[in-house]
């Protein structure tokens, strides 16, 4: 299960967007802390009835790899603090929300985020 979504590159291609499964604690934050990376938090999304929520962040390009290493690390992390249906759930909640992405940035041309937060592409990559 992939729990992150890349929305391609951002701000004149310094930085990568992406979008990525967590809960309201923040779990991933000293996961970033501990590789150094470089981030900032655009937004959250989060429905009512869910206890995950979706976070809009910018990385820094030369921080993309060690990103991709706390993604992984933080499926572990959910584990071992409780949320055993991380993998589950959350699985079909990024498939759905990748889902949506792809259908709006092949109709539009954007993702509209409801955080504010447009993103201009032709298509996710994959």
């Known amino acids: ?14 930085r990568e967007h992406y979008v990525y499964l967590d809960t309201e604690e923040f779990l991933a934050r000293s996961l970033f802390v501990r590789h150094l990376i470089h981030y900032q938090i655009e937004g959250t999304m989060v429905h ?12 820094l390009k030369k921080d993309e790899q060690k990103f ?3 993604m992984e690390e933080l499926k572990g992390k959910m584990l071992l603090f409780g949320h055993t249906d991380y993998i589950s759930r959350g699985g079909e909640l990024m ?12 109709q539009t041309g954007r993702i509209e ?14």
Do not use: H, W
């Open 1 to 14: 299960m992939k729990n992150y979504i890349d929305l391609g590159k951002c701000c004149l291609g310094v």
């Open 48 to 59: 009512q009835d869910e206890k995950y929520r979706l976070y809009s962040v910018k990385v």
């Open 68 to 70: 991709l290493r706390a």
């Open 95 to 106: 498939g759905i929300t990748r889902d949506l992405f792809r259908e709006e940035a092949e």
């Open 113 to 126: 985020l409801p955080i504010g937060v447009t993103i201009r592409t032709k298509a996710l990559p994959e």
